[in-house]
């Protein structure tokens, strides 16, 4: 289809007098595929060209002419009066002549034709779209709206007022449609359509889906054409497949596509997954799959991934045969790498039951001079795993070499095989001495530590350190591992699964790990936590709370209840009048000015398609919403009084005087969140640098984003 990706580049440089060109060439072919011609004129529609387009498309009528076979003639037609602007006779002639071939038999055809402008052939752009439409509408039947609604069921009909009663999927309650506003905002749906299935019954399709989760995704492909992974996740996710079920129901969907011979699956994650028309033979799938193809490391995934995907009855003898000499020709390549040459050993013994030559597979990998650079230069995981195994079975000294795979590899069910390996008879203090070297130097390999986190917390199995005193000395590692890691941007992604992992299910790995323990360890989990700004203040309290679940004592050591409710607004007298002025201003002024608009907008008429209404409602909900929040907030402000302010301990309405390693000090007063102002260092008592610095007293120390400071001053604002 290269003459369609050139439209499209003209398309997207918006040059037309090349487009038409381009147009003029294409239109003199003695023939062009169906589905290239509809996609070309797909891209015409939907681009800036269209309207002017539309009054050259009588150039198209002896390309139309080359279509024989009659679905297609009136498919490219239909695409043809969809763009036409001049509603010329030759047109208007055309069209006519297509709807009566093909609906000329219907009671209600003439009046159809005066709907679709061709019984006074004055206004028929879209005119065989549109009488498609008139003949689909029918209680029960389906449609897609294209501004959003979704796919609808047509509920009633008036032919007499011309409209229609639909139900969407996306819209509350019944709308009514003209078919003047259906031309152009609705398409129908065939009941046996993707959407339309999925509308009318998600259940019995996501039977389907699991049961046979290839044909409803080739159903998909077909009806919505190509989508990426991600797209088909958003279409069946939820809808179809629960969203607990859907990782482990992908993964299967996915190998039986990547096998499916009528499926092109794409090679990275941005690419889209294809439907065919006709099947591709395996010969035909290995040309397409190598072409091109000349780097090594390309050679060895393509036939790993071949020889992976197809399963062993489809593989014909003349194809297995062709990839084994590709693989035994590599093997005698100048440049060929010792890992690359590793892993086509690997193939030709495992997948393909050649004998291998000179030498076995131990004794290669015996005669390797660096065996863990070479292992870790192989990135399909398989043949990888098997090049562990074989280091496992050939070296004595295994043990150190395994250790060192389990700090280098990345992938989960390496480490897994790596681990149960080392988890066994006398490597098991290899593994002790790892994961005690881990604890003491969490930040040395953060990725394997909180994999071995999850590990010890999330997986029933006789492990080092599994038991609650492992358990609480990982905690305690973890949350000095995240205080060091969440300000370095490089981290962002394990800090954020770190975060995840804690609060899951409600803290519960917090909650499995903090029982029955001791104080002394509860207060170092607390100051540990305190230190970690990832966790809001929210999480600060419910973690404090968990922690007075068990130990009750920690209750009565909270200073300054009032600071710490949540529900308490600290304020100023100022900061109080101010906000309870602004909810007078937005009650009686703004409100009652807003329903004047509203009146006025409804008096110019046809609310549906009237903005100013939309807009005027809109507002009224934003100003609801607002005196809400106020009221609340109002109800629930406290005026600062000098009883709540104390002399020698840093917590609200303080003036506070801190100095950093450097010598540098800087001035803070602690007001409510009405009072904040950064331009004039006042902190809202709420925010996480205030947070750090309540409770403690002149001379104390404390730590805010990895920086020291001293408390140097403190006293009241009332006194300032």
Known sequence: MSYLEDFKTQINNRDFAKFMILWEEYSTSDSVETDEFVQLLNSIKTSDFAKIFGQHIETALPLWKTFENEADS?????????LQTTNSPTLAELALTAVTKHYGKEPEFNERLRLVGLRSGENFQGALSNYDLLSHIQVGKFVFHNGGWGTGEIIEISTVREQM???????????????ANAFKTLIPLPNEHFLARRFADADKLEKEAKEDPLSVIKMLLKDLGPKTAAEIKDELCELVIPDKEWTKWWQ???????????VQAPESLKEPFLLRKTEVSQEERMSRAFHRKTDHEEIIQTSYNFVRDLPKSAKKHEVTETLKNKLLDLLNVPGISKAQE???????????????????????????????SIINAIDIVALKKKALSLVRESFNQWIPLFSSFLRSVQQGTLRDYILKELNQGESKKALLKLLESLIEQPTQNPELFVWYFQKITHENQELPFSDKAGQCLFLESLLILL???????????????????????RYAVIRNIIENTNISFIKEFLLLASKCQTFSDHDQKILRSLAEVVHPSLAAAKSRKGSHDSNIIWTTEAGYLKTQERAKIVGTIEILENAREIEAARALGDLRENS???????KRSRLQSELKTLSDQLSHARLITPDDIFANEVGIGNVVTIEDSKGQTVIYTILGPWEADADNNTLSFQSKLAQAMCGLKLGEMFTFRNEDYKIMDVKSYLNK
């Not at 009663?165 to 078919?179: D, L, M, P, Q, W």
């Not at 394990?494 to 992992?501: A, R, S, V, W």
């Not at 100013?612 to 809109?618: D, G, P, R, S, T």
């Open 165 to 179: 009663a639909v139900e969407f999927e996306n819209v509350s309650g019944r709308k009514h449609i003209t078919y």
């Open 612 to 618: 100013e209404y939309k807009f005027a409602l809109e």
């Open 483 to 505: 205080n060091f890691i969440e300000v370095k941007t490089e981290y962002k992604d394990l800090t954020k699964k770190i975060y995840t992992l804690l609060l899951a299910k």
């Open 252 to 262: 299967t969907a996915r190998t039986k596509l990547k096998k499916d011979t009528r």
């Open 342 to 372: 590793l892993q086509v050993l690997i193939l030709l013994k495992d997948y393909f039951s050649h004998p291998l030559p000179e030498k076995t597979l131990k004794d290669f990998v015996l005669g390797l001079d660096n065996v863990e």
């Open 74 to 82: 009136y498919l490219i037609l239909k695409h043809l009066m969809d």
